[in-house]
């Protein structure tokens, strides 16, 4: 009988620090960041829209080209350094590399079309949605 | 004391069938919102490809971001699984640790 009992008190404190932990914890810095650079790109593509097809010239958007790329790549290292996160790392990275694809686009071909400003904004806004969704079932999980 | 290991077991099944079946229902939900954006964006590009907005090329190109965007929503996916079986998990542990110090109390 004493022996039965040190094993379930045994077995009762190994439990008290067993949890299984197959993500990381909801970090709420990082999901005000997503929300943050996604309303950074409706923003850019929004005013973009705005104005007219000829004075679209690649330079005349680079500094906000920039700003969106340094928030991405900062999404995307936060995302790196947590463990266990290996899901939002990926599309973190996908999102960062479709910004790549438009902004090289747009360089090259100096101009952009009004149907790619309303493309561009919607793929982008479903990646950081995408994003988001992994940030909030981070949150449900329990510890 | 009483420890019945059947009952805990039991217990413990029945937890892990019920967190799961009640979080089932978020990857489901899920999955129906991506599609449904999905058929959405698709229309979209169709008309656009109709009405001569984008070329062929443009209209490529925008399929390579829908498989980058569907790569994204199956590691979502991913990430909604692992909520549902930690969830599941460790409320079966709660059951058990549960069931232990009661015995243990007795």
Redesign the interface.
């Known amino acids: 009988?004493k022996n039965?009992?040190i094993t379930?008190?045994t077995?009762?404190i190994l439990?008290?620090s067993?949890?299984?932990?197959?993500?990381p914890n909801y970090d709420a810095s990082v999901a005000r960041q997503i929300d943050s650079t996604n309303k950074m790109i409706d923003r850019f593509y929004l005013n973009m829209a705005e104005i007219n097809s000829a004075q679209r010239q690649y330079s005349n958007f680079v500094p906000d080209y920039v700003k969106i790329e340094v928030e991405l790549i900062s999404i995307l290292n936060e995302n790196k350094a947590r463990t266990l996160n290996k899901?939002?790392e990926?599309?973190s990275q996908?999102?960062f590399?479709?910004w790549e694809k438009y902004k090289d686009k747009h360089k090259a071909d100096n101009t952009i079309?009004?149907?790619?400003i309303k493309?561009n904004r919607?793929?982008m806004d479903?990646?950081l949605l995408?994003?988001r969704?992994?940030e909030k079932?981070?949150q449900?999980?329990?510890? | 004391m009483a420890f019945d290991i059947n009952e805990t077991l039991a217990n413990m099944l029945g937890t892990i069938k019920t967190s799961v079946g009640e979080n089932w229902g978020d990857v489901k939900s899920a999955m129906n919102e991506f599609m449904q954006s999905r058929k959405e964006r698709l229309e979209l590009l169709a008309d656009m490809r109709i009405q001569g907005q984008i070329d062929d090329d443009d209209l490529k190109s925008r399929l390579d971001d829908e498989k980058l965007l569907l790569d994204s929503e199956l590691h979502d996916v991913a990430i909604i699984s692992k909520e549902i079986a930690q969830n599941a998990a460790n409320a079966a542990i709660d059951i058990l640790q549960k069931t232990i110090l009661a015995a243990i109390k007795l």
């Open positions: 009988m039965y009992l379930l008190i077995v009762s439990l008290t067993c949890r299984v932990t197959l993500l899901d939002s990926k599309i996908n999102a590399d479709e079309k009004d149907a790619d493309l919607i793929y479903e990646q995408r994003l969704i992994g079932f981070k449900t999980a329990t510890h």
